[in-house]
């Protein structure tokens, strides 16, 4: 199989460069590129067509909804992965209106990006494979990891 192409999109520079060190240490993934701004990212995207973009729900230059919007309509294949300092109600809005596959709160990178990293590739290759097999949805508590002493202690948020 070959490896997972990711793209990162995060405005915290101290943030970014977590990330990209993160998902480069495992050998399953390809890290395309990353962006600080929406415009960056969006060359990146017509370039790389990524499977996957790891991106920061919050961004300043055009609206989370906006953004959406633009880089689901440069890489419609791209599986989409919001991460959030907090309120993941208020995402998961988000998630199920402008088709995003999930979000992770920034508390919980350290335990849970990689896993859902992985998770999501897997089902998109179950996508691919065998359109008409449904994949069972995952629940709130199975997205969303409540960890706020985690974002204090680790200084993510």
């Known amino acids: 199989m070959s490896a997972i192409q990711i793209l990162v999109i995060e405005s915290n520079p101290s943030l970014l460069s977590l990330l ?27 370039r790389t067509r990524p499977e996957i973009v790891v991106m920061d729900v919050r961004v300043p230059e055009t609206g989370l909804a906006q953004a959406l919007g633009l880089f689901l309509k440069q890489s419609p294949q791209s599986k989409i992965i919001l991460l959030a300092d907090c309120d993941e109600t208020r995402y998961g809005q988000s998630v ?15 335990t849970q990006l990689i896993p859902l990293v992985k998770r999501v590739a897997r089902e998109a290759c179950l996508r691919r494979a065998q359109p008409a097999l449904p994949l069972e949805p995952k629940s709130q508590s199975e997205i969303f990891c409540i960890a706020k002493e985690l974002s204090v202690s680790h200084g993510l948020s």
């Open 20 to 46: 990209t060190q993160c998902l480069r240490s495992e050998s399953e993934f390809e890290l395309v590129g990353s962006a600080l701004r929406v415009a960056p990212a969006l060359a990146l995207l017509a």
């Open 96 to 110: 199920a209106r402008y088709g995003v596959t999930a979000c992770l709160r920034k508390a919980c990178i350290a």
